[in-house]
Nanobody
Framework: QVHLVESGGGLVQPGGSLRLSCPASGSIFSINYMGWYRQAPGKGRELVAYITSGGTANYATSLKGRFTISRDNAKNTVFLQMNGLKFEDTAVYYC?????????WGQGTQVSVSS
């Protein structure tokens, strides 16, 4: 089992920045992909970004340029730097990881963009 706990969410004004963190614990050998999804109120869960163990990052097209995903393999932690936040970025952000064909999810952290 891989345990994921997100942190770093909160309330921010439009144009502001937040950095989300998600360390993995438990049976953390051979974690392959780590990444982030989000779910806005009344909408389905959508991919934000993911990064491979080798450091290759992929983004939702609409978010590329404002969001940056990174990963510290030594600490088994994935990060999401979010800049230029907009009202429509308000959502619960979920961390996930894949390992040997299984997927693991965190409980989510709320990001609210409001003036």
């Amino acid at each position: 089992q891989v345990h994921l706990v997100e942190s770093g969410g909160g309330l921010v004004q439009p144009g502001g920045s937040l950095r989300l963190s998600c360390p993995a614990s438990g049976s953390i050998f051979s974690i392959n992909y780590m990444g982030w999804y989000r779910q806005a109120p009344g909408k389905g869960r959508e991919l934000v970004a993911y990064i491979t163990s080798g450091g290759t990052a992929n983004y939702a097209t609409s978010l590329k340029g404002r969001f940056t995903i990174s990963r510290d393999n030594a600490k088994n932690t994935v990060f999401l730097q979010m800049n230029g936040l907009k009202f429509e970025d308000t959502a619960v952000y979920y961390c996930y990881a894949t390992q040997a064909g299984s997927e693991y999810w965190g409980q989510g952290t709320q990001v609210s963009v409001s003036s």
